[in-house]
T-cell receptor
Framework: GGIITQTPKFLIGQEGQKLTLKCQQN?????MYWYRQDSGKGLRLIYY???????QKGDLSEGYDASREKKSSFSLTVTSAQKNEMAVFLC?????????????FGPGTRLTVL | GEKVEQHESTLSVREGDSAVINCTYT??????FPWYKQEAGKSLHFVID?????DRKQSQRLTVLLDKKAKRFSLHITATQPEDSAIYFC???????????FGSGTQLTVMP
């Protein structure tokens, strides 16, 4: 088995601040994803990375940057935090050949912007 | 783009009864339909999926039905147990896409 670790668990920021969320996986999966989960809504894809050194935008990429530093890690940056924003950011990875395959999710980072 | 609608936002059943959660999708090219479960305070985990080359798939107490004509798929849970209580998310993707489109989730409560 493997595990996905997300840091920090809770993130409190100020309006306009640049904030970075980190994700590490030890599944040795090629593909990694960043989702945003808002209360009462489904997950929306922000960025994904099919393999190391690849970066693809999802439907919600505006206002975010991402970086795939190595196969095991994928970072997400909120470029300018919006006042009163509250959401959970979930990192996931999927098995090799991962298109249309099971995704494994991390525990999430809960963001609050004051 | 693709939209996935999950029709029941909440569902309550008695322990031992069956539960059915329904989803519809808009993109006729969608061919992969997974379901994920999120227990209280935890992250999502995969429970079952179905691909468009079949219309039914069963795994223990879980069955997924796919009606391509109606662009509808559903999760059936039989003999429900308290540990089935969770938010269930349906999702859809086309065969050429890496992007899953999720429904808004159904909070299932199994009452003793």
């Amino acid at each position: 088995g493997g595990i996905i670790t997300q840091t920090p668990k809770f993130l409190i920021g100020q309006e306009g601040q640049k904030l970075t969320l980190k994700c590490q996986q030890n599944f040795n999966h090629d593909t990694m994803y960043w989702y945003r989960q808002d209360s009462g809504k489904g997950l929306r894809l922000i960025y994904y990375s099919i393999t190391e050194n690849d970066l693809q935008k999802g439907d919600l990429s505006e206002g975010y940057d991402a970086s795939r530093e190595k196969k095991s890690s994928f970072s997400l940056t909120v470029t300018s935090a919006q006042k009163n924003e509250m959401a959970v950011f979930l990192c996931a990875s999927s098995i090799p050949g991962g298109r249309n395959a099971e995704q494994f999710f991390g525990p999430g980072t809960r963001l609050t912007v004051l | 783009g693709e939209k996935v609608e999950q029709h029941e936002s909440t569902l309550s059943v008695r322990e031992g009864d069956s539960a059915v959660i329904n989803c519809t999708y808009t993109d006729t090219a969608s061919s992969y339909f997974p379901w994920y479960k999120q227990e209280a305070g935890k992250s999502l985990h995969f429970v079952i999926d179905i691909r468009s080359n079949v219309d039914r798939k069963q795994s223990q107490r879980l069955t997924v039905l796919l009606d391509k004509k109606a662009k509808r798929f559903s999760l059936h849970i039989t003999a429900t147990q308290p540990e089935d209580s969770a938010i269930y998310f349906c999702a859809a993707a086309s065969s050429g896409s890496w992007q899953l489109i999720f429904g808004s989730g159904t909070q299932l409560t199994v009452m003793p």
